[in-house]
């Protein structure tokens, strides 16, 4: 089983079907297989020295089977724009069609192939080569592209098998198993240019999709949403190191509690704090927000943060806190008294925080930032896989699944440990030691994992390795 879900960051998907002009204003629904494997090609050119092409192009003829699909619902929209000519008064008319849909958790466009098992070096290639896409089809249709090897519960609903009396044939282009890069890469320019009518490489597809697929129904989907996460995004072109990650996060904190400041009650206030209004006390244990920064592409930045809070029952983000939490803010590092600028993406709930690449689940956790001991080792009393068992007890983790604590080499992701920040304003630095390390559970449990100190301001994170 492999799963390709694309979420539409705006709700908006801008495409035109190959055998078609754009002034028609004829949306593309379902996306094409082409287009989803052009897009993998662009992405291993925004950096072709970190892959190896032969392995991209045998991924490319793997996917190159026809997949089904769940389309979210939709409508078909455009917009008419009037372009100056040369003579005054004289102006072009041009149709922009485009497919809406919802910007909700369940609102993304899947690719599903049922039968097909991807090996672990594929899966991870493919992984790296969907974060490298920003957009799919026209650069309006900002987008976000996840894999996974477990079937969700959305319903496929167009599909080459599913012809019905409901449905209706629609041409879509897909890709012959025997592909070449020059094919995949060529330029769909010089293709009309002299007159091709279908690209070298590829097939059409015939697909059946709902009659009522851009009928949205007039009354909005209920959904059970809950959001235990917020998700922002550093912009360019200032991001932080990611080695200062704690002062990063430990800034991001400082803000938001000067912003929900007089705008919520003081039990609000003190819940995200964690500490009692005058700065005493810990409250809650661990239900104050977890604030993780994630590594941007080129590893040595920031490039994403989420703001995470674990809450049993209840609301982890409540309406009076949302405006704060979802507006975007200019704040200041203020160790190094510099400023940056975070963006608001979206709200998470827990399906959707799971379904994240960097917290799906998985048996094997490798240290994304330091381990940093809350103690010293006690031989013969307690050893460090001891104490990762009583962290994620306290954090409530799996503490009953875990099977072994390795120890690894000195630096993560080619960055010295010795580099990272692990000392908080005038706060003692911690005496005790600092590891990468390595966790391997009895059976996959989901992230995000943070423990040990530091751990609500992003040391002490686990990636999902397999």
């Avoid at 003579?87 to 485009?98: A, E, R, S, V, W």
């Avoid at 983000?317 to 975007?328: C, D, K, L, N, Y």
């Avoid at 954090?395 to 992701?413: A, F």
């Amino acid at each position: 089983m492999l799963e390709i879900s694309i979420r539409l960051l705006a709700g908006r998907y801008h495409a035109t079907p190959w055998d078609r002009h754009p002034r028609e204003g004829e949306p593309e629904w379902p996306p094409s297989p082409w287009r989803l494997l052009r897009a993998l090609a662009a992405s291993y050119y925004r950096n072709p020295d970190q892959f190896d092409l032969e392995q991209v192009l045998d991924l490319v003829r793997v996917l190159s089977s026809p997949p089904e699909f769940h389309l979210p619902a939709a409508s078909a929209a455009h917009t008419r724009q009037y372009f100056p000519q040369a003579q005054p008064n004289d102006k072009q008319l041009l149709f922009d069609g485009f497919v809406r849909t919802g910007t909700e958790t369940l609102d993304v466009i899947v690719f599903r192939w049922p039968h097909l098992e991807l090996g672990e070096t594929q899966f991870r290639l493919l992984e790296e080569l969907l974060r490298g896409v920003s957009y799919f089809g026209r650069a309006e249709s900002w987008s976000e592209l996840t894999a996974s090897s477990e079937e969700s519960a959305l319903p496929t609903n167009c599909s080459i098998t599913s012809k019905n009396e409901e449905s209706e044939s629609i041409r879509v282009l897909g890709a012959d198993s025997g592909l070449t890069w020059s094919q995949l890469t060529v330029q769909t320019g010089h293709l009309q240019k002299e007159g091709w009518s279908s690209p070298p490489g590829s097939r059409w597809l015939t697909y059946h999709r709902q009659l009522d697929c851009f009928q949205t129904p007039v009354k909005s989907r209920l959904l059970e949403f809950n959001p235990v996460a917020i998700r922002y995004s550093y912009l360019k072109p200032v991001r932080p190191r990611r080695a200062n990650g704690l002062f990063a996060a430990a800034s991001l904190r400082a803000d938001f509690l000067s912003l929900l400041k007089g705008r919520v009650d003081t039990a609000t206030w003190e819940a995200f704090a964690g500490k009692h209004e005058d700065g005493s006390g810990l409250l809650n244990g661990h239900a104050h927000p977890y604030i993780l920064p994630l590594p941007a592409s080129d590893l040595n930045h920031l490039g994403e943060v989420i703001v995470y809070r674990k809450i049993p029952q209840g609301t982890a983000f409540p309406g009076q806190a949302m405006p704060v939490f979802t507006q975007s803010i200019g704040r200041r590092h203020r160790e190094q008294q510099r400023s940056f600028k975070v963006q608001f993406v979206e709200l998470l709930d827990q399906s959707r925080l799971r379904s994240l690449a960097a917290f799906r689940a998985a048996t094997v956790w490798e240290s994304r930032t330091p381990y940093v001991q809350t103690r010293h080792l006690k031989p013969g009393r307690e050893n460090l896989e001891d104490q990762i068992r009583r962290e994620l007890d306290n954090h409530s983790g799996p503490s009953g699944l875990l099977m072994s604590v390795e120890i690894l080499e000195r630096s993560i992701d080619g960055i010295s440990l010795r580099e990272f920040k692990t000392q908080r304003q005038n706060r003692p630095r911690p005496t005790s030691g600092i590891h990468n390390l390595r966790l391997t559970f009895a059976k996959p449990v989901p992230g995000p994992i943070s423990l040990g100190y530091g751990a609500h301001f992003g040391l002490g994170q686990f990636r999902p390795l397999r």
